[in-house]
């Protein structure tokens, strides 16, 4: 694994494509492009990505912040979550991950162990953990080794874990939230709307 904090150009590329419309359709210019962003990140984008290939984390945020900006047609946060929700969604419409297609049935309680897995081949830098909760909590998920792990992805991954819980795990009410409770820990807490 490389040593650079990177994420698997699987999800990266769905920044780089965002950008690629942003081109194609006039609101964004090569120029403008080339001025935001570090020569180094220019190699990662007007191509499809090996799936097994990494990206630098930074460069993950250098171009998703430019999407982002011109993109985001009001609450940044929402936007983030939304995009979590469709990356989860297209990723499970995909066929890539095949943890998505496991039965909830199957693996009984623990199901929700799919979340840790698909994290630990998401992201070359971080440890994530899973924990059983009861009806109205029903996980939480635990990020260790978070420091490099940029807000943006935070809260994405809200809506990413949000889609797994509801669609996957089949926790049809399942909202989940996060917090950076250090710099380099963050808690995701699913809970279901009936809970208070």
Same mark, same amino acid.
């Given at each position: 694994?490389?040593? $650079?904090?990177?994420?698997?150009?699987?999800?990266? /590329? !769905?920044?780089?494509?965002?950008?690629?419309?942003?081109?194609?359709?006039?609101?964004?210019?090569?120029?403008?492009? *080339?001025?935001?962003?570090?020569?180094?990140?220019?190699?990662?984008?007007?191509? /499809?990505?090996?799936?097994?290939?990494?990206?630098?984390?930074?460069?993950?945020?250098?171009?998703?912040?430019?999407?982002?900006?011109?993109?985001?047609?009001?609450?940044?946060?929402?936007?983030?979550?939304?995009?979590?929700?469709?990356?989860?969604?297209?990723?499970?419409?995909?066929?890539?991950?095949? /943890?998505?297609? $496991?039965?909830?049935?199957?693996?009984?309680?623990?199901?929700?162990?799919?979340? $840790?897995?698909?994290?630990?081949?998401?992201?070359?830098?971080?440890?994530?953990? !899973?924990?059983?909760?009861?009806?109205?909590?029903? !996980?939480?998920?635990?990020?260790?080794?978070?420091?490099? !792990?940029?807000?943006?992805?935070?809260?994405?991954? *809200?809506?990413?874990?949000?889609?797994?819980?509801?669609?996957?795990?089949? /926790?049809?009410?399942?909202?989940?939230?996060?917090?950076?409770?250090?710099?380099?820990?963050?808690?995701?807490?699913?809970?279901?709307?009936?809970?208070?």
């Amino acid at each position: 694994m490389p040593a $650079v904090p990177s994420i698997k150009a699987t999800l990266f /590329q !769905f920044a780089a494509d965002d950008v690629a419309r942003l081109l194609a359709s006039g609101r964004l210019t090569r120029v403008e492009l *080339e001025r935001r962003l570090a020569k180094e990140d220019l190699p990662y984008l007007g191509k /499809q990505l090996a799936v097994t290939s990494w990206v630098p984390i930074a460069t993950y945020v250098r171009v998703s912040t430019i999407a982002i900006e011109l993109e985001c047609p009001g609450s940044r946060e929402e936007y983030l979550r939304e995009a979590g929700l469709r990356a989860a969604a297209k990723l499970h419409k995909m066929g890539l991950y095949m /943890q998505f297609e $496991v039965s909830a049935d199957r693996w009984g309680p623990s199901v929700g162990r799919i979340l $840790v897995t698909l994290a630990a081949v998401s992201y070359n830098f971080t440890h994530w953990t !899973f924990e059983e909760g009861d009806d109205d909590v029903p !996980f939480r998920i635990i990020i260790e080794r978070a420091r490099d !792990f940029p807000e943006m992805l935070r809260i994405a991954n *809200e809506g990413f874990i949000t889609y797994l819980a509801r669609n996957v795990l089949r /926790q049809p009410k399942a909202t989940v939230t996060s917090e950076r409770v250090s710099n380099n820990r963050i808690i995701f807490t699913a809970r279901n709307e009936s809970a208070a």
